[in-house]
Every structure is written in structure tokens, then in C-alpha cells.
């Protein structure tokens, strides 16, 4: 049975860049991977899914109503890889677990926690009915494992406000627990 892969890890850890690279790995093997991506996250536009060390490649749009299991059916593939699976709801991350049974490997790459180091809506579901957890670990600038992304606004870290805030002038970075509490960025 194919399974249901959680990679998760903070900001920074280059999950982006190894969605962008399984994709290319099983394309290079002639299997037809869609890469996908929830409408929330829009900071490189609708469909481009970018990461920081410049890989890039289109992503399939996955909005907050879509059914993606519905949209399988239609849409045959190999293997489905989702980036930035946090965004994505409790029924869409158990469409993606059916879709693991019934069919084909499904691989999620993710945040677990966010600014306030509290799991967002999918990575909790992900962390209950994934087959496989894996942590892509990063490291704070003290040395310790960065755990918590922190959210800075004018050079501070804010621990209080909306779970997902797009488009303004905030920032996030991956820190260790102790700096995050600490307030040391
Ligand atoms: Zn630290």
C-alpha cells in the first residue's frame, strides 16, 4: 500500500527545495509527479513554487474548498507531492490519506507549529494519520535545532496575532525554543 509522507521542519530547513527535488527525481523516472501547493501561501504568485537557495517550479493551486481527492480521479498520477501542507484542512489532509490507500504515495512537506509554536490545522492531522514522520532538521543561530518559527516585525519577535498573516510586513525565521522565548533573534 502506498503510504502518506509527513517532512516537516522549520523555516529555512529547505523543505521547498526537497519537494522541488523528489519531483524531479521520479520524473527522471519517467513517472508523472504533480507537485501542488494551497492557494493561502501566494507569496510567489498562484502557481510558482519557489525556494530560497532558487529552485523553482510550477505547482497545481489547491484551494480551500477543493476536494482533492475528487480532483485525483480526474487527474491521474503517480505519486502526489504537496509543499506548505500546513495550510491545508483536516478533511483536505484526510482526502490525501484515501488517496495514499486507494492509490498512489502522497508526500507532504510542511511547517509542524507556528509563530506562537502551536500546530497548525493540517500538520496536526498530518501528525495524527501520516504513515511516515520525518523531521528535516535546521539550526538556530546559537547552534541549537531551530524548533519554532519565529515572527519578526521590526526587528522584534511577536508571539500574539492571526495564525496566518499574508502580505504584510512580518517575517519568519526558524530559532530554537529558548532563543524564541528569550526573544533573540
Ligand atoms: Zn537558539
Redesign the pocket.
Known amino acids: 500500500m502506498p503510504k502518506l509522507y509527513f517532512k516537516y521542519g522549520a523555516m529555512g530547513s529547505s523543505k521547498t527545495a526537497q519537494a522541488l527535488m523528489v519531483k524531479f527525481n521520479y520524473e527522471e523516472k519517467g513517472y508523472n509527479a504533480a507537485l501542488m501547493k494551497p492557494a493561502v501561501d501566494n507569496r510567489d504568485g498562484a502557481d510558482i513554487v519557489r525556494s530560497r537557495i532558487g529552485l523553482e517550479g510550477k505547482g497545481i493551486v489547491i484551494d480551500p474548498e477543493m476536494d482533492i481527492y475528487e480532483w485525483f480521479l480526474q487527474n491521474q498520477y503517480d505519486v502526489l507531492i504537496v509543499d506548505e501542507a500546513q495550510f491545508l484542512s483536516v478533511e483536505q489532509i484526510e482526502q490525501l490519506k484515501r488517496i495514499a490507500i486507494e492509490f498512489v504515495p502522497v508526500l507532504c512537506f510542511g511547517l509542524k507549529t507556528d509563530f506562537r509554536t502551536l500546530m497548525f490545522e493540517g500538520s496536526k492531522r498530518l501528525f495524527e494519520i501520516a504513515d511516515s514522520l520525518t523531521e528535516i532538521k535546521s539550526v538556530?543561530?546559537?547552534g541549537?535545532k531551530a524548533e519554532v518559527n519565529a515572527r519578526i516585525k521590526d526587528g522584534k519577535i511577536v508571539r500574539e496575532g492571526e495564525q496566518i498573516m499574508m502580505g504584510g510586513t512580518e517575517s519568519y525565521i526558524g530559532?530554537?525554543y529558548?532563543?524564541w522565548k528569550e526573544g533573540?533573534v
Request: hydrophobic content about 10%; aromatic content about 0%; overall charge positive.
Open positions: 538556530c543561530k546559537c541549537h530559532v530554537c529558548r532563543c533573540r
